[in-house]
């Protein structure tokens, strides 16, 4: 019994409300029993909400995936594709469709269009002709229907983005914020405000989505949606990307199935907070990522971690703990650093500094990072740097998405016919050319600043007076408050220093000096993302 695959395919999610996907199953089972046909079950040939005027049914949805299997034999000649119509299939250009239409039937595999009991095959289109002339005329029509349809849409949204300043392109908005009375604007909801900041600030400070989502939950912070079952990781990670934020609408076009950016509608949300202050969240996030995540444990032991290097064979050095019971049977836990490779014998030496004064070691020596920002949520302190950071990491990041804004539009302009495209598109890429080189300008003057700016700090009194501060509320804060300040410094501190190299056994050039390791003389090297180094030591000033 020849076997029959059901393929169904409908544009538009909204369409499952319909009635749809009931109308073209049952005309395949219908077929498939009237016909002596067996129904095949295990392939979900369904493209559900995917359009095939863009290719995305053949691109990444189950056609493409059906193809493939025809393509490398896994489809025996002779079985049967059912579809309702030949649009169902393609409403691509009628050449690139009949090429779909003619690579199926050339496989052996025999086409039926339900909706008109139509059988299409390789050898009854070489003995009647007018079937194959019959096919191309629905598929032209097909493909005119779908770009009439595309046009009109294009040019709906060109007017709304011509008209944006009177009228609301839609009133969904992120659920901070409201449509405002009449056709223009949003409000914000003061509430759920602080909360979005909430959650910045504690992404920036290094806090995971995970322990966000565990303290909002916690405290039973209200939910932005009636339908969510608590705060969940997704939605924070949603709202931490989320443009709307520092009041941007980004728009988007779709060719081939593929989104890129089409065009930005700055000013279009009222901002809660500045673009600066998002990029600057946006860039911590992804150092995270880069490192493998955020901090763990409750209270973060190692604030250096994936940073310390054993400076005599260039190894991990790794973190333990000595536990030892005082005479009125406290237990005291003592933590150390070592070499990886002299842990296990492994061709370096063990020697083991005492992690608490390499903490304090390096942080009387990290002067490039704003510890009264850290421990007061000062930002008057040093505040020309911080300002000029955040304006370098904005410009290097603008300069990135447009780029890439200006690299999708330009493959989007090769793959449509020129006088297609919109007027819109044409003056995007050219805006986009020249605020490229402008921006490159700034950012020659906004690095300058940066330079100027941390020498500046290097020689502040507010940061020896602030690492005081610091190293004494490491010393007395405890639980949570304890844990968000190591992860909030560890952050900043991997923001500025690449890694440490440490020389536990102090400096060594003869053989009797290895044997006999200097714990005395040991050292460390510094190492800033900055290109700039550092040796210091219990005796540095």
């Known amino acids: 019994m020849p076997i029959a695959y059901s393929y169904i395919r409908f544009s538009s999610t909204e369409q499952l409300k319909g009635d749809s996907l009931r109308r073209q199953t049952d005309l395949s089972r219908n077929y498939a029993e009237a016909n002596g046909l067996e129904l095949d079950t295990k392939l979900n040939l369904r493209d559900l909400g995917i359009s095939a005027f863009d290719k995305s ?9 059906f193809l493939k299997l025809v393509e490398d034999g896994m489809i025996a000649r002779g079985s049967y594709l059912l579809v309702e119509s030949l649009d169902r299939l393609s409403r691509d250009k009628v050449m690139d469709a009949l090429g ?48 009439t349809k595309s046009r009109r849409i294009r040019a709906s949204w060109d007017n709304k983005r011509q008209n944006i300043t ?15 009375e009449g056709d223009t604007g949003f409000d914000l909801i003061p509430e759920r405000v602080d909360v979005v900041k909430r959650i910045f600030q504690m992404s920036i400070d290094g806090i995971g989505t995970a ?53 930005v509608i700055h000013d279009y949300y009222p901002a809660i907070m500045s673009k600066e202050d998002w990029l600057l969240a946006a860039s911590i996030r992804e150092g995270r990522r880069s490192r493998g995540g955020a901090a763990k444990g409750e209270g973060l032991s190692n604030m250096f971690s994936g940073m310390l290097k054993c400076g005599y064979c260039g190894g991990p050095m790794n973190m333990s703990a000595n536990m030892k019971k005082k005479a009125n049977g406290e237990v005291r836990r003592t933590r150390y650093v070592a ?32 510890f009264a920002t850290i421990i007061e949520g000062n930002r008057n302190l040093n505040q020309d740097l911080e300002v000029a950071r955040k304006r370098l990491s904005s410009i290097d990041d603008v300069i990135k998405a447009k780029q890439t804004s200006l690299d999708n539009l330009l493959k989007a302009l090769e793959t449509a016919d020129i006088e297609d495209a919109p007027a819109t598109l044409l003056k995007r890429i050219s805006n986009l050319e020249i605020e490229i080189e402008d921006l490159l300008a700034d950012q020659q003057i906004a690095e300058k600043d940066v330079i100027k700016f941390n020498h500046e700090q290097l020689h502040s009194s507010n940061q020896r007076a602030a690492t005081i501060d610091l190293i004494y509320l490491l010393q007395n804060l405890v639980g949570d408050e304890l844990r968000d300040l190591r992860v909030k410094l560890s952050e900043a501190i991997k923001r500025s220093i690449s ?7 102090g400096a060594w050039s003869t053989e009797d000096e290895i044997q006999k390791p200097n714990k005395d003389g040991r050292y460390m090297t510094i190492y800033f993302h900055n290109g700039e180094s550092r040796t210091v030591s219990r005796n540095s000033q």
């Open 339 to 370: 070499c990886s490779k002299g842990r296990r014998g492994a061709g370096c030496h063990f020697i083991q500094w005492n992690y608490d004064d390499l903490e304090s070691l390096v942080l009387q020596y990290c002067q490039s990072v704003d």
């Open 211 to 263: 322990t966000i989502v565990k303290r909002l939950n916690g405290e039973n912070v209200p939910l932005f949606s009636p339908k969510s079952d608590g705060w969940q990781t997704s939605y924070i990670q949603k709202v931490l990307s989320n443009r709307a934020v520092y009041g941007e609408l980004q728009l988007n076009l779709q060719r081939d199935g593929v989104l890129s950016a089409y065009d």
């Open 100 to 147: 779909i239409f003619l690579n199926i039937l050339n496989a052996g595999i025999i086409i039926v269009t339900l909706a008109d009991n139509q059988v299409y095959s390789r050898e009854k289109t070489n003995d009647n002709w007018a079937s194959l002339i019959m096919s191309i005329v629905i598929m032209s029509r097909a493909n005119e229907e779908s770009a």
């Open 166 to 180: 009177k009228k609301r392109f839609t009133a969904r908005c992120p659920y901070w914020l409201k449509p405002s």
């Open 57 to 65: 049914n053949l691109n990444k949805g189950a056609l493409g995936q």
């Open 499 to 505: 890694h440490i190299k440490l020389y536990a056994g």
